[in-house]
Each structure stands twice: as C-alpha cells, then as structure tokens.
C-alpha cells in the first residue's frame, strides 16, 4: 500500500498515516495478519521522523486496527466493531464538521450532495 502525505495540510501527518491505513483495511487492500512496514522503514520510506510514525502506530494499536509484536513489528488485525463509543465519537465528528461548515457558510444542498456522493462509494 502506497501511503502519499501532504505535508501542506491542516491534518498532521501521523493522522494522515493512520487514516490511509484504516481507509487500507476499510477498503480490502490491508488483510488481517498483513505485516505493514517497521517504525523505521516507514518513515524513512515517507522521509519522515520516526516517532511520527510511531505514533500513528500506537494510535492504530490502541483502536484495534493493528497488533504490535515487540520485534516482529506490527500487523493488521481483523476491523474492530463498532460500540457506543464509536458512535458517540463519530456523533461529535460530524457535529464538529457540520459547525465549521455552518461557520463558513457552506450551502446546506451542496452538503447533502456531497454527503450523498460519499455514502454511495461506501
């Protein structure tokens, strides 16, 4: 799986990892048991700091994503599935997001369209 960042933007970077990882196991691309590359190789690979991926690592591990095995390194693991905190997290995301759009005026049909074209790829 090719991880591509952007620097420029507004999401730091270990987030941008961690969402392309879960967007990966999402999506069938990254299996269960699936050896994603060492702290060290990742980042030197994405030209990046070592503790940046590792702590995008840590974040997966702790939501259940991956699995880390001391020197064996870290694997994907089966999707965890979803619970009250899930929904309770996802709820204050998309009121956090509706919020700014409202802040800055985003049309409400332009919302539902996009909203609509993002549900059907799922």
């Not at 879960?22 to 503790?51: C, K, M, T, W, Y």
């Not at 709820?91 to 509706?98: R, T, V």
Request: aromatic letters at 6%.
């Amino acid at each position: 799986m090719l991880l591509k960042l952007r620097p420029d933007s507004d999401v730091p970077i270990y987030l941008q990892i961690r969402e392309q990882i879960v967007r990966g196991v999402a999506d069938g691309i990254l299996g269960e048991g699936e050896p994603l590359p060492s702290v060290r190789q990742l980042a030197a690979d994405l030209g990046i700091n070592f503790h940046t991926v590792n702590k995008a690592y840590l974040l997966l591990q702790s939501e259940g994503y991956v699995k880390i095995n001391g020197r064996r390194g870290a694997s994907v693991t089966s999707p965890p599935e979803y619970d009250a905190a899930f929904v309770e997290t996802l709820s204050d995301k998309l009121e956090n997001l509706l919020t700014e759009c409202r802040g800055r005026g985003f049309p409400k049909d332009t919302l539902e369209n996009l909203i609509k074209n993002h549900l059907e790829k799922y």
